[in-house]
C-alpha cells in the first residue's frame, strides 16, 4: 500500500472516529475534548494500532486548529474591548504568573531535577491553553459571559508573557550569553508591539483588505493573513495563537461577522484534529511512572488557577458564579507546557519532564472540562446561593 492510500484511510477512519465519539460526547452532554484525547492515545505511541502515515498531516492540522481557535475567538472582540481587559487584568495577569509558576519549580527541585529544570516546569505549570479553553468556552456557549473577557485578558497576558519567557528559558537551558538572550527577548517584544499597534490603532484599514459580502476571496484572504501573522510571530520566538488571536481583533464589522461564519466549519475540523494529534503524540506506557506527581501537581495548580480566574472576574465586577465559570475555565495546560517541556528535554535537562508534563496536561485537560461545567449545575448553583445568604449581612 502507497503512501497516499495509507494516509487516505488513516485520516478518514480517525475524522469518522472523532465523529462517533463527537455525537456520543453530545449524548452524554459534556464537551468532546475527553474523547479526541483518548482517540489519540489509543492510536498513538504505545496505543493499539500506532498510526505512521498520517503524523506530519495531522502535526499540520493540529497548528492550524490552535490558530483558527484563537482567530476566531479574536473575532468576537474589538480593539477597544481588549485594551480595555488588558488594562483591568495586569494586576491579576502578575497574580496568575506567581502563584501558577511557583508550584512547578518547586516540584522539579523535590524530585531533584535542579533550578534549570525549575525554571522550565515553572512554565510548564504557570501557563493555560488558550486552544483548549477557547473550545471549552464555544461548547459551553459562554462567548459573551461576563467573565470570559476576564479569562481572554488573562490568556493574552500569559501567551504576551511567553514571548520574553521561551527565548530567556532557551537561552538558560543552552548556556547562552546574556546578550543573546536579550537580542532573542528584544525582536519578540518588538514584533509583539507592531502587531498590537495595528491591531489596535490600524485595524480598519485592514478590514478594507477584504471584500465583506464576498466569501470565497474572503475565506481565502482571512486565512492567508491569519496564517501568514501567525507564522512571522513564531519565527521570532512570539506565541503563533497571538498573531492569530490579534488578528482577529484587528478585523471588524461585516468583515468580522462573515469571517466568523465561513471559517467556523474549518476551525471545527483542525481544533478537533489538535486534541486528536495531541494524543497521538503522547506514549502512554512513559505516562504511568510519573502520574502521581502530575496529579499532586495537577490538583495544587487546578486550585490556583481558580483563585487567579476568579480574582480577576471580581475584579472586573462579576458576580459569584461568574468567578467559579472564570477559575474553573483556566483549569487547561496544554500546547505551551508541551513546547516548554520539549526545549528542556531537547537540551537535556531532566528527560523525565517530558513525561510529567505530558500525563500533568492530559490530567488538567480532563479535569478542567468537568470543572469548568459545575458553575452550571443546579445544585452548585444552590450552594453558591446559600453560602452568599449566610455572608449577607442581617438587618440593623
Avoid: C
Avoid at 30 to 42: D, R
Avoid at 157 to 178: H, K, Q
Wanted: neutral net charge; charged residues 10%; glycine residues 12%.
Amino acid at each position: 500500500m502507497d503512501e497516499t492510500t495509507r494516509l487516505l484511510i488513516e485520516v478518514g477512519a480517525l475524522l469518522l472516529g472523532m465523529s462517533l465519539l463527537g455525537r456520543l460526547a453530545l449524548l452524554i452532554g459534556i464537551s468532546p475534548i475527553p474523547f479526541y484525547l483518548l482517540l489519540g492515545l489509543a492510536f498513538g505511541e504505545g496505543g493499539l494500532i500506532p498510526l505512521e502515515a498520517s503524523g506530519e498531516f495531522l502535526e499540520a492540522g493540529s497548528e492550524i486548529g490552535i490558530i483558527l481557535l484563537l482567530a476566531l475567538l479574536g473575532l468576537e472582540y474589538t480593539a477597544s474591548e481588549l485594551f480595555g481587559a488588558l488594562k483591568s487584568a495586569r494586576v491579576p495577569g502578575i497574580f496568575d504568573g506567581v502563584l501558577n509558576a511557583l508550584p512547578g519549580a518547586a516540584m522539579a527541585l523535590l524530585l531533584g531535577w535542579g533550578p534549570v529544570a525549575a525554571v522550565a516546569l515553572a512554565g510548564v505549570t504557570w501557563v493555560s491553553s488558550s486552544g483548549v479553553i477557547a473550545k471549552l468556552l464555544r461548547d459551553l456557549g459562554r462567548l459573551s459571559n461576563r467573565e470570559t473577557p476576564s479569562v481572554l485578558a488573562v490568556l493574552v497576558i500569559e501567551d504576551l508573557a511567553m514571548a520574553f519567557y521561551l527565548p530567556v528559558l532557551s537561552a538558560i537551558v543552552v548556556g547562552v550569553s546574556l546578550a543573546q538572550g536579550a537580542i532573542s527577548v528584544a525582536i519578540a517584544v518588538g514584533v509583539v508591539t507592531l502587531i498590537l499597534y495595528v491591531a489596535l490603532r490600524h485595524g480598519h484599514f485592514v478590514s478594507r483588505l477584504f471584500p465583506a459580502d464576498e466569501f470565497e476571496p474572503l475565506l481565502l484572504g482571512v486565512l492567508g493573513l491569519t496564517m501568514l501573522v501567525a507564522g512571522l510571530a513564531a519565527q521570532v520566538g512570539v506565541s503563533a495563537a497571538v498573531g492569530a488571536f490579534l488578528v482577529g481583533i484587528a478585523l471588524s464589522g461585516r468583515v468580522a461577522v462573515n469571517a466568523s461564519q465561513v471559517l467556523t466549519p474549518l476551525r471545527d475540523l483542525f481544533a478537533a484534529t489538535f486534541f486528536v494529534f495531541f494524543g497521538l503524540t503522547s506514549d502512554s506506557s512513559e505516562l504511568v511512572p510519573m502520574l502521581l506527581p502530575a496529579l499532586g501537581l495537577a490538583v495544587i495548580t487546578i486550585l490556583t488557577k481558580l483563585v487567579t480566574g476568579a480574582y480577576a472576574a471580581r475584579r472586573a465586577g462579576v458576580g459569584t458564579l461568574g468567578q467559579w465559570r472564570a477559575g474553573f475555565s483556566l483549569a487547561p495546560r496544554g500546547e505551551f507546557s508541551i513546547v516548554i517541556a520539549g526545549i528542556a528535554v531537547a537540551a537535556g535537562v531532566a528527560p523525565a519532564i517530558a513525561s510529567l508534563a505530558t500525563a500533568y496536561v492530559l490530567i488538567t485537560i480532563f479535569a478542567g472540562t468537568f470543572l469548568a461545567r459545575l458553575p452550571d449545575a443546579a445544585w452548585f448553583r444552590a450552594v453558591v446561593r446559600r453560602r452568599a445568604a449566610r455572608a449577607a449581612p442581617g438587618p440593623a
